[in-house]
């Protein structure tokens, strides 16, 4: 995520900020311009982007879902849908009645107008299920059912398109608890986006293209039985060796897992990196040698690099920066994983394909 500045008065601002704290400003994230940025009133709720030239005729309004404190995106004022590109996902969100699934779903949104925004930045497609019933995407946001009302256990996942996230996810408590009894070392809501967003990006970018042949070398053949291997999976646990060849015990299971796993890495990757250059991190740890490649200067937008050796050669001091600055307050390491050179491969794979 990049850092975002009022260009009114210069104040920095969070991605999430709806109003500048400085000069008040109201603050709207435009698309084209992947910015966040002050507004002037042009009308009834009807906004022009602050310094604007007078004869401009751009015109942009809130999205629908601002109403509801969840969203801070912008629509052309002209637009047929009242909903900004990261809404116009949604297929089903969970019950405002419920004020507890009301700030479940404002967690919700945070996590997905994140990822939209990385999604949006490397220039992959999105287009709503709505636009496009066969090839688009979709997201469901659900709670499981009472006793009473049939007792339906919600299962995050994708389906051709459609994401449904169980919104039990956006609260911490019963999400560390499903960490615990997955055994995971790591478990986040972005987490959740990213991963499953993995699944549908596979079936755009892999599926029937001439990608799919070194796919299959890297990551292995997806044509073996995904139930099986999940059953197999659950019941005997990892191979003893997957640490050499996996991000994550779960990556191990298939390859679509694989593949969904190592691109959600890839997007932490990438976020943090850019979040890293834009605050001007350079990391050089007083007592370590050269030899321990533990130096980086973060000078470039990761989004702009080709050569995934050089994403590579920033993250590892930048993660071993974050995660000795986190047990200095008493937290675990942000990122407590180890990237073999096997991973790294399938990642440099992933960002060739995404770069093309």
């Given at each position: ?149 049939g007792g339906e256990k919600v299962l995050t996942g994708h389906d ?35 991963h499953e967003v993995g699944h549908y990006y596979w079936d755009r ?29 659950y019941a005997h646990g990892p191979r003893p060796d997957w640490l ?113």
């Amino acid at each position: 995520m990049k850092l975002f500045k009022c260009t009114h008065c210069g104040q920095l601002l969070y991605f999430e900020n709806n109003r500048c704290e400085r000069c008040h400003y109201p603050l709207g994230f435009e698309t084209k311009q992947l910015a966040l940025l002050p507004l002037v009133t042009a009308g009834e709720d009807v906004f022009q982007l602050y310094g604007s030239p007078p004869s401009s005729a751009d015109t942009y309004r809130y999205c629908k879902n601002h109403d509801d404190a969840v969203c801070n995106w912008l629509v052309p004022a002209d637009s047929p849908t009242p909903f900004c590109t990261a809404c116009a996902l949604n297929r089903i969100i969970p019950d405002l009645s419920r004020p507890e699934y009301a700030l479940r779903w404002r967690h919700l949104e945070d996590a997905k107008h994140r990822l939209v925004y990385t999604l949006l930045r490397m220039g992959l497609p999105i287009v709503s299920k709505a636009v496009d019933p066969e090839h688009g995407l979709a997201f469901d946001f659900k709670a499981d059912s009472s006793p009473d009302e049939g007792g339906e256990k919600v299962l995050t996942g994708h389906d051709n398109g459609l994401i449904t996230i169980n919104i039990a996810e956006a609260d911490d408590i019963e999400r560390e608890m499903a960490r615990k009894a997955m055994a995971e070392t790591y478990r986040t809501l972005l987490g959740h986006f990213r991963h499953e967003v993995g699944h549908y990006y596979w079936d755009r970018l892999i599926a029937n293209t001439p990608n799919l042949d070194e796919y299959r070398q890297l990551f292995g053949d997806e044509r073996q039985d995904y139930a099986e291997a999940l059953q197999t999976h659950y019941a005997h646990g990892p191979r003893p060796d997957w640490l050499q060849h996996f991000i994550s015990a779960y990556a191990s299971s298939h390859p679509w897992e694989d593949w969904a796993e190592t691109w959600a890495h890839y997007l932490h990757i990438l976020d943090t990196l850019q979040t890293a250059h834009t605050f001007g991190l350079n990391v050089n740890p007083i007592d370590a040698e050269e030899t321990q490649h533990l130096q980086a200067a973060i000078t470039e937008d990761p989004y702009e690099v080709a050569d995934f050796d050089r994403i590579m050669a920033q993250w590892l001091p930048l993660t071993f920066a974050m995660n000795s600055l986190n047990r200095s307050m008493g937290q675990p390491d942000s990122y407590p994983f180890i990237i073999s050179p096997e991973v790294a491969q399938k990642m440099a794979f992933i960002h060739r394909v995404c770069r093309a």
